[in-house]
């Protein structure tokens, strides 16, 4: 009796085990077969009055409440796509945008889930801070909290999105700028004048738009999205407390605008050109002050300001740069403390234009070892200070050096010269031979044709037709008719020089041409190691979820194809990853008899005990089989024996 009932527990327990395979099976199968492309948002949720509600006559931030209340809202949640897809106990922040049935105009640039518009999925998640602040609440720890998990969900992730209050938007996209070095993915805030939760609110439109923006344009920036414009964020200032379009871009025109066609400017488009890999600078120095001169403003007034613990100051004079030159006092206390090693930059008080040394006034500014910053809005002054002034492995030589460079496109360096796009002689006989003249015509018809000459160029390596097309407009990261860059094209062909010179001058590593393919693939799957190396290192990481990663690895296993797999190795795969039947590339290795790849999976710690759905492992196979060498490579001399 007792042992009946102890047999049929044990078959119900392993019914249930099997059945919850099974099941993990069925989900697995769907996310292996799930052709829907997808992109993937974090959303993370800081306060402001875009999720506020009224209470005592005031707005304050609710918690958890955004949530539940975009879930009940059609325009940024597709329930029955939300039903059949999330796990409703782990994945209750989940959302799913409803597909997008408006074409949305790429102007020759992929989204990153390389489909045609028409059948994206833009899925987000959304994480709420605890506590939820009004911006004006906000410090710089603020900041290093929201760069901090944007870095720890960074491969996760196409994109993310910063739900903020508006009062102080411009410094946190400032400062974010410039904590996020090497940054490939957008990175987008917004907020509102009235909350989602209104009948009449902006938030809706501002927080699609950023979705749709983050979602499909792979823009490697820190942007602003308000009131159907996005714009870079350093270059931000909030200038209206009452309008729906609070935020404003004085020296720079809105990279994306948002009408019937959504417009990039891609030539607009700062990238960052290196090979190192995404990551955060936390540390932002706190002493650092904005200091606004005004007629008549005593020398004891600025002396309080220069003092200890005070190490930067963004210095805002009149006009184009210009202090008083008939006050020696001032002029003097400036030089002292740039001798006592504060950092002081000047900026215009004027909303629009930059600071010269056009007049004797400004000039004697700058001799007094004063650093010009162009155009950078205050925000963007006092974040850079900041954050160089953070960097305690800089000498103050180096700190001063910085400050006058453009790192994020904060400030424009030199007035940029009109491009001549019909200085490319292809060009300009193609433009004459469809007797096309206006300057619109010639860029639609630039457009077409240069992503297809850039990989035509990479295609054979061809650097100097590269920077010949960079130079006369080429978006070095645009795609083709089949979502592809010239970046893929040269990884896929093995030309290492055309890899290293494209990401010097900013191609995407994250981008995915119309079959989910980033440029790391194609080097996988030309098996060019030392390309796989530097997108590696400049922060690609394996697009395919671990099942389809398994069927790769399984079917190089089956093939004894040892570089294959060294291949994805060195791309990160973990070589136990398992397929839809829990096989991982060991188990194939061993029943196909490719000793060389197991000797490979092995050395390079492949699990030998790893059970499929039958509950056989690499060594149960080793075994059945008799393979007594691979048994032995598996350190099984015991079990040889016993087989003997
Ligand atoms: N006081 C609010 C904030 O900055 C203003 C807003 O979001 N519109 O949090």
Redesign the pocket.
Known sequence: MADNADQSETELTRSKSVDEKVAELELKTRAVHDAEPLTKILVLYT????GMVTKNGVYEPEPDCMVQKLRALPIFHDAEYGDAHFCPETEANHLALPLLKSKLKTDGQPSPNGLTKEEFRVLFTVEEFEPLL???NMNMQDWATIASRIQDNYDQFDGFVVLH????MAYTASALSFMCEHLGKPIILT???IPIYEVRSDGRDNFLSSLIIAGNYCIPEVLVCFNEKVFRGNRTIKNDATSFSAFKSPNMAPIVTLEIDISVDWAGVFRSGTTEKFRVATNFCPNVGLLRIFPGITAQTVRAFMQPPMQGVVLQTYGAGNAPDNRQDLLQLFREATNWGIIIINITQCTHGRVSTSYATGKALRETGVIPGGDMTPEAALAKLGYILGKDSWSLDKKRKMMSRNLRGEMTTSIQEEISIMDHELIESVARTLSLSSKDEIVKLRDALYPNLMCAAACTGDVQALEKLRQTGGNISAANQDGRTALHVACRGGHFSTVQYLLHHGASVHIKDYHGDTPLIDAISGKHMAIIKLLVQTGAVIPLKPEKMAVELCSAASQNDVDTIRAWHEAGADLNVCDYNYRAALHVAVCTYNTDVVQYLLDNGANTDIQDIFGNTPMSHAEKLCYHDILKMMGQESAVNHIE
């Open positions: 306060g402001g009055t875009i009004d911006s004006s209050g508006t009062d102080t907020g509102s004048q």
